[in-house]
Nanobody, 122 residues
Framework: QVQLVESGGGLVQAGGSLRLSCAASRGTASVYAMGWFRQAPGKEREFVSTIKWSGGSTYYADSVKGRFTISRDNAKNTVYLQMNSVKPEDTAVYYC???????????????WGRGTQVTVSS
């Protein structure tokens, strides 16, 4: 059972930056990919970005491409989401997720963190 703990959320002004972290523990040797999803009030949860644990291939939602960067530190079993040029529409609860395998990297994740709030003020 992979356990995930997010950190780094908070309040930031539009145009600013924020870095989220997700530390994984237990069963991490079998992780295929780790990613970030977000859910804004009144909206469904949506895919943001993911990274393959082996090889480091990255994938992004169109809405964050060019502004957000996902990275990993294998030694620390930690994934990061660097958020630059944030917009008010980036306001959401951000969830870290992990999967042992999914053919579609934008869904099908088995393990989830509790989430961290990101609020972007205009």
């Amino acid at each position: 059972q992979v356990q995930l703990v997010e950190s780094g959320g908070g309040l930031v002004q539009a145009g600013g930056s924020l870095r989220l972290s997700c530390a994984a523990s237990r069963g991490t040797a079998s992780v295929y990919a780790m990613g970030w999803f977000r859910q804004a009030p009144g909206k469904e949860r949506e895919f943001v970005s993911t990274i393959k644990w082996s090889g480091g291939s990255t994938y992004y939602a169109d809405s964050v491409k060019g502004r957000f960067t996902i990275s990993r530190d294998n030694a620390k079993n930690t994934v990061y989401l660097q958020m630059n040029s944030v917009k008010p529409e980036d306001t959401a609860v951000y969830y870290c997720a992990a999967t042992r395998y999914t053919p579609n990297l934008t869904d099908g994740y088995e393990y989830w963190g509790r989430g961290t709030q990101v609020t972007v003020s205009s």
